[in-house]
């Protein structure tokens, strides 16, 4: 796994074992949830350490970040990951954010970072992601990096215990290159 990653305002860095509690006060908040697929709701102990044990695992093509303020650092606001798929040639950005950031321009601009590393270090060619319809804080954040609606879809929420309608967005490395271009 890949280390820190820093911005102007934020700190990404590799999630601890230390960061189990947070993220069990975290997403127990069913605003932050109910917006994802894989976060079951109520969420235990037991989910985040099986979390944690997940990111050990994952490829190096793959990356994992807790998102920690400057003015506040070793305080976790939130979770960013693109997770590479071999099947798919592709890495699937994801992330969730606390409400007390909700607002700041945080989720936009720990996502820049995260898709240049993509691009940069993991060599990717192209980064899928997907929102919840109705998440429009999610499809803003997509669109300030170029990603393009490749479609409709549905996707399974544990916090919801349904299948959800969800908008899939793809951006290719062309696109991002020609972008940091202009």
Request: net charge negative; hydrophobic share 40%; with cysteine.
């Amino acid at each position: 796994m890949a280390g820190r990653l820093e911005t102007a305002r934020l700190i990404l860095r590799p999630l601890a074992e230390g960061d189990a509690p947070v993220l069990v006060r975290e997403l127990n908040d069913m605003a932050i949830a109910r917006n994802t697929a894989r976060i079951p709701h109520p969420y235990h102990l037991d989910d985040a350490l099986d979390f944690l044990r997940f990111v050990d695992r994952l490829a190096a093509r793959s990356r994992v970040a807790g998102v920690e303020e400057k003015t506040a650092p070793g305080e976790l606001v939130g979770v960013i990951s693109y997770e590479w798929s071999e099947a798919q040639d592709d890495a699937e950005l994801g992330y969730w954010y606390s409400q007390r950031v909700w607002g700041r321009g945080i989720g936009s601009e720990a996502a820049r970072a995260m898709v240049d590393d993509a691009f940069e270090r993991a060599g990717h060619d192209r980064v899928v992601a997907c929102y919840h319809n109705g998440n429009t804080a999610s499809a803003r954040i997509l669109e300030k990096l170029g990603f393009e609606v490749v479609g409709p879809c549905s996707s399974y929420s544990k916090a919801q215990g349904r299948e959800v309608p969800v908008t899939n967005l793809s951006l290719s490395r062309d696109r991002w290159q020609a972008r940091r271009m202009a």
